[in-house]
């Protein structure tokens, strides 16, 4: 898995925490483009100020981002899993089929 210059980060932040990145109009570009084409340094800036914004601890830096740390990416996403914990299933998983179950008992 390739975890340099943020764009995985970016894309993981869109399906948890879509509603952050939409706060700043100024991120708009490399959020549309889904990073795609943006300098490295805005990529990393979007993705280093949008995972401060959504976990308690602001332990993801721009150069973790850039140079893939994984030790440090790996706290941040499980920082990030901690903050937002309420997160739906898709309807591609197995784990959908037992929470519809669960709530069809109920």
């Not at 990393?44 to 721009?62: E, K, N, Q, Y």
């Not at 941040?76 to 929470?99: D, T």
Request: with cysteine; proline share 3%.
């Amino acid at each position: 898995l390739q975890l340099k210059g943020g764009l995985r980060l970016l894309h993981l932040l869109q399906k948890v925490a879509r509603d952050v990145l939409l706060l700043r109009s100024e991120w708009g570009e490399v959020v549309k483009t889904n990073g795609r084409g943006s300098p490295e340094e805005s990529l990393s800036a979007v993705v280093v100020d949008a995972g401060h914004r959504c976990t308690s601890f602001t332990i993801l830096s721009r150069e973790a981002v850039v140079e893939g740390q994984v030790d440090v990416v790996a706290a941040f996403i499980a920082g990030l899993f901690l903050s937002r914990p309420c997160l739906e299933a898709s309807e591609e998983s197995p784990l959908h089929a037992h929470l519809h179950l669960i709530r069809t008992a109920m």
